[in-house]
């Protein structure tokens, strides 16, 4: 069993930037591979971001790109979600993923393929 807790949501105006903080725990959380998704309200939950267990290997979404950072602390188990050049389409519930079935090199981009999620961190971008 893996628990994940994210924090650092908050309300910025355009232009902003904001980190988004997430730890797994529990018996297995230091073999998890790790990703960001978002939900807007009326849409379904897509992909921002992933990062390997290993740390090495980290995969974004193209809105992402440039823009986002993934990375992680693995001796704090903590992923980071650094966005800059906030947009107001970024306004959405950020969720955090774990999942330590798939091997340290592995990046998850989908959410059927991750088994433990956080309950989300709400991200307002006004403009």
């Known amino acids: 069993q893996v628990q994940v807790v994210e924090s650092g949501g908050g309300s910025v105006r355009a232009g902003d930037s904001l980190r988004l903080s997430c730890t797994a725990s529990?018996?297995?959380?230091?073999?998890?591979?790790m990703g960001w998704f978002r939900q807007a309200p009326g849409k379904e939950r897509e992909f921002v971001a992933a990062?390997?267990?290993?740390?090495?290997?980290?995969y974004y979404a193209d809105s992402a790109k440039g823009r986002f950072t993934i990375s992680r602390e693995k001796a704090k188990n903590t992923v980071y979600l650094q966005m800059n050049s906030l947009k107001p389409e970024d306004t959405a519930i950020y969720y955090c993923?774990?999942?330590?079935?798939?091997?340290?090199?592995?990046?998850?981009?989908?959410?059927?393929?991750?088994?433990?999620w956080g309950q989300g961190t709400q991200v307002t971008v006004s403009s």
């Open positions: 993923a774990a999942d330590p079935r798939w091997g340290v090199t592995v990046v998850i981009a989908t959410v059927e393929q991750y088994q433990y």
């Open positions: 529990g018996r297995t959380a230091t073999n998890c591979a």
């Open positions: 990062i390997s267990w290993s740390g090495g290997n980290t």
